[in-house]
Structures are given as structure tokens and as C-alpha cells.
């Protein structure tokens, strides 16, 4: 009788430690939530992007909510990258998006800078009332307060996005496939 609850008792250890191994592994390289690779979050920003838009033109609502067309110089290509912004941990920070907030690196190794879209951009007469913001400027976001818009970089006609940096009041590295 002593024999057979050790051997029991063996055959448990062994049935627990192969199951343990079995699960850690599944989680670890097959974990059970799908996330966002393109939703990343610093010491105190979350930054949600989507894809970047590569574009010869561009139209969107000025601050001053005049619709404005921009359009990319001979040679170059416009790229927008919509982005949302959130202050997930401070109760409240001050920030500037300028040509030195972010940088955008390409596949062939080129970093570029964010362009002011109103130093390019003219007026437009298009009767679209759903065109997007651009993020740039200055700006306050209390604790959990959230802002969108886009950025926009003028790149070489052969870019290919690689990483995408948020480089102003916190560090948000976000890479694309």
C-alpha cells in the first residue's frame, strides 16, 4: 500500500511539472490577448498610430477650421501619420509638437522631421467637413485626456516607414512591418 501512493504521488510531481511546462511555454510564445504593435505607451503617454498615408496631396482643417490642401514638393511625397495621444499617468503635461517632437526613420536608414503643415499647406475650396487636425504646436493634457490628429513628414518619393519616435516629453518608440 506504501508503494502505490508513492508511486501515485511520483506520477502527479511528474503530470504537474509536464502541464507546468506546457503552459508557461503557450503563454509566453502564444499569449492569449492579441495587442496592438502600433499602440505604445511610455512612462507617461500612451501613442496609438495607424498606418502611414504616402501621398502626392492632402487636405485637412487648418486651426483656424479653414480647409487647407497641401501638396508634396517635385521630387517628394507626403507622409501622414495619424496619431492619437494619451496621458495615461501625469495629472497634467505640457506639450509641443514641432519639427523637433518626433522623427520618422526609413527603411534605407533616412531620418526625417515633422513639417509644420501650415508652412506648406494653401487654401482650399472643398466642401468636406470631416478632414482631420494636424497635431502640432502647443498644448495641455490633463490626466487621461486623449488628442488626434496627424503629423506630417516630407520624404524621399522612395520611403518605406521603419520606425516612428515620439521624442517630446517622453520617450514612444513604435516600429512597422
Known amino acids: 500500500m506504501n508503494s502505490f501512493s ?8 511528474i503530470i504537474s511539472v509536464l502541464s507546468s511546462v506546457v503552459i508557461t511555454s503557450l503563454l509566453i510564445f502564444n499569449p492569449f490577448e492579441n495587442y496592438d504593435p502600433l499602440y505604445v505607451s511610455g512612462k507617461t503617454l500612451y501613442i496609438k498610430s495607424y498606418e502611414p498615408l504616402i501621398v502626392e496631396e492632402y487636405r485637412y482643417l487648418g486651426l483656424d477650421n ?17 496619431i492619437e495621444i494619451t496621458n495615461a499617468a501625469s495629472s497634467e503635461i505640457r506639450m509641443i509638437s514641432n519639427e523637433n517632437s518626433s522623427e520618422f526613420i526609413s527603411k534605407d536608414g533616412f531620418t526625417y522631421m515633422p513639417t509644420d503643415p501650415s508652412s506648406i499647406s494653401k487654401d482650399s475650396m472643398s466642401n468636406n467637413k470631416d478632414l482631420p487636425y494636424p497635431i502640432w504646436g ?5 490626466n487621461m485626456e486623449m488628442t488626434e490628429g496627424f503629423l506630417l513628414f516630407v520624404v524621399k518619393d522612395t520611403f518605406k516607414p521603419d520606425k516612428f519616435a515620439w521624442i517630446a516629453s517622453d520617450r514612444v518608440l513604435i516600429s512597422f512591418d
Open 6 to 13: 508513492n508511486r501515485s504521488l511520483a506520477l502527479i510531481a
Open 66 to 82: 479653414s480647409q487647407k490642401l497641401l501638396s508634396a514638393p517635385e521630387g517628394k511625397s507626403l507622409v501622414i501619420l495619424n
Open 138 to 142: 502647443s498644448f495641455t493634457l490633463n
